[in-house]
């Protein structure tokens, strides 16, 4: 494979962005609900933060980045979290409010369901067996 156009060498992901209508009210649900840890909080004028949070041990994070004109919240964020239990995290979060929809188990694909978090974002929970 060529490097066409990656010249500089891009060797990993370290964040992706969910926009989010309020940055406080996300921060918790990432911190609380779904057990992340809070990396990164800066203030970037405005009322705006930088945030990033991501799961104990995960190198790329999630930054909650405020809503404008052009980056609506409420989105499919195409965001894949693992876990190796399924059924124990969808009971959860069903206890907890989480807006989740049924696992789904298909033949030859690890069961997985999707969710949303308090500002309407999608992101799905897939079962990982580590080795």
Request: hydrophobic residues 40%; proline residues 7%.
């Amino acid at each position: 494979m060529t490097e066409t156009g990656n010249t500089g060498g891009i060797r990993d992901i370290r964040t992706v962005g969910i926009p989010v209508v309020d940055q406080e009210r996300a921060l918790a649900f990432y911190l609380e609900t779904l057990g992340f840890e809070k990396r990164l909080d800066v203030p970037m004028g405005g009322g705006a933060r930088w945030i990033e949070v991501a799961p104990p041990d995960a190198a790329t994070t999630i930054a909650l980045i405020r809503a404008h004109d052009g980056l609506s919240a409420g989105v499919e964020t195409g965001i894949r979290l693992t876990t190796p239990d399924v059924e124990a995290i969808h009971a959860n979060f069903l206890e907890h409010g989480v807006d989740a929809d049924d696992v789904l188990r298909w033949p030859g694909t690890p069961p997985m369901f999707a969710f949303r978090d308090r500002g309407g974002n999608g992101l799905e929970i897939i079962e990982v067996q580590l080795p």
